[in-house]
């Protein structure tokens, strides 16, 4: 069995619902293994745009599509993403998507708290969505979260709603935010629960099916290393962990089956929210990569902050993400570039060091050391082909090859699946 599992390599937007989307015509199952609403996948099919925040994105592709329990659902924030898919001529039902029985649900007291909280940090926000995510993994470490399992048991959730409550409940008096009653938040879950029950299964059982009958699986990841929890920028992170070993305990498999991993990374780079970046662009350069990669956040609308390809950060998204290849997409926004820089290394307090460091204060303190290429005329965008190619932008693809100690085996040259150019298959390697 061959399996792929894709993760971004950077601070998450690069472009991953294309290549997985890309990919999904190799495989037979693609798996969401980790995160919430809060991430954001477009798909451009012909004259269709998707924008996918918890569906796989193989089920554009009519591919089996799972939703594993390392992800966090809003059960009305997924039944609305369901609706607007099938209104688009998508059908998604129980016959195509399932979701793991023990995922755990976002509640409205999560999203109440979540943006309570980041109203009362005042200057110092993390940038969170607000939607609940990080609120809900709480409860599911604190053993108190409510899973989809428990919709079919109302005697289970009359219970567990006290004590989830009796903590939120708490904390939001606290910081002045709306309280909740037991019986807004049951009423609330009964009704959504004859929607949502005819998905749920023990999923790890198909994917060890799956596995024991050498059927293709793609992990779908979403966000990206230098928003992991753990590896990521802390606290300007997400809640969960975004490395391709959480495919394996976010899908219910064991870590054999993740396979080949796939780091997806722009020719250059973005950041939604807050948080260090040391090769943002301030200046004419910046905006006008933001205004040629159309850089808005795909869930929350907000402008892109943008910059170089910093290679310092995506060669330890490599080592700790345990990437195999590279997916380098948005090649054709560096099209007409005189010259092109690339952030190679790093100073602190005049210092040169080989990483960023854990600690947020030095974070903001670091200088990018930049490497500047010639860059090139022609345009790149709708290549097929490394001929099509021309002469500089290879050499571009082939620097960041060295400096990130990685391959780069999928270009993407537009949003366009087939505007793809493969050297080498993940599925066969």
């Not at 050498?214 to 990206?224: N, S």
Request: proline share 5%.
């Amino acid at each position: 069995m061959s399996n792929v599992t894709v993760i971004g390599a950077q601070w998450g937007d690069e472009g991953k619902g294309k290549i997985v989307d890309w990919l999904a015509s190799r495989a037979e199952i693609v798996v969401r293994f980790q995160g919430g609403h809060n991430a954001g996948h477009t798909l451009v099919v012909g004259n269709q745009t998707y924008k996918l925040s918890l569906l796989p994105s193989g089920l554009v592709r009519g591919k089996m599509g799972i939703i594993g329990n390392g992800v966090v659902i809003d059960p009305e924030a997924l039944l609305g993403e369901i609706d607007r898919v099938r209104a688009q001529g998508l059908p998604v039902g129980p016959e195509t998507l399932r979701i793991a029985e023990n995922a755990t649900l976002i509640l409205p007291v999560h999203g109440a708290l979540d943006r309570a909280r980041e109203a009362a940090r005042g200057d110092r926000k993390i940038g969170t969505t607000g939607r609940g995510i990080g609120p809900a993994y709480e409860d599911k470490v604190a053993r108190r979260a409510i899973r989809m399992c428990d919709l079919a048991e109302p005697e289970t959730l009359d219970w567990k709603l006290d004590e989830i409550l009796l903590h939120h409940n708490t904390l939001l008096a606290g910081l002045g935010g709306e309280t909740f009653t037991k019986e807004h938040l049951l009423g609330w879950l009964l009704a959504l629960a004859p929607r949502l029950l005819p998905y749920m299964e023990p999923v790890w059982e198909r994917l060890d099916d799956a596995r024991r009958a050498g059927t293709r699986v793609l992990f779908e990841g979403a966000q990206a290393v230098m928003l992991d929890v753990d590896h990521g920028t802390y606290p300007f992170v997400t809640s969960s962990n975004t490395v391709a070993a959480n495919a394996a305990t976010g899908s219910g498999v064991g870590p054999g089956s993740v396979g080949f991993v796939l780091g997806i990374a722009k020719a250059y780079a973005t950041r939604v929210g807050a948080g260090p970046f040391p090769s943002e662009l301030f200046d004419e350069t910046g905006q006008m990569l933001g205004q040629r990669g159309h850089e808005f956040g795909t869930v929350t609308g907000r402008p892109r902050r943008c910059g170089w390809f910093d290679a310092v950060l995506v060669r330890r998204a490599v080592r700790v993400g345990g990437i195999n290849g590279l997916a380098l997409t948005k090649l054709d926004v560096l099209d007409g570039f005189e010259k092109i820089r690339v952030c190679v290394g790093y100073k602190l307090d005049g210092q040169e060091v080989r990483h960023l460091p854990a600690a947020p204060a030095a974070q903001a303190r670091i200088e990018p050391i930049y490497e500047t290429m010639d860059g090139w005329q022609d345009s790149t965008r709708g290549a097929r082909s490394w001929a099509q190619l021309p002469a500089q932008a290879v050499k571009y693809v082939k620097r960041i090859e060295e400096l990130v100690e990685a391959p780069v085996t999928l270009l993407s040259t537009s949003p366009e699946r087939d505007d793809t150019i493969l050297m080498r298959d993940p599925f066969e390697s």
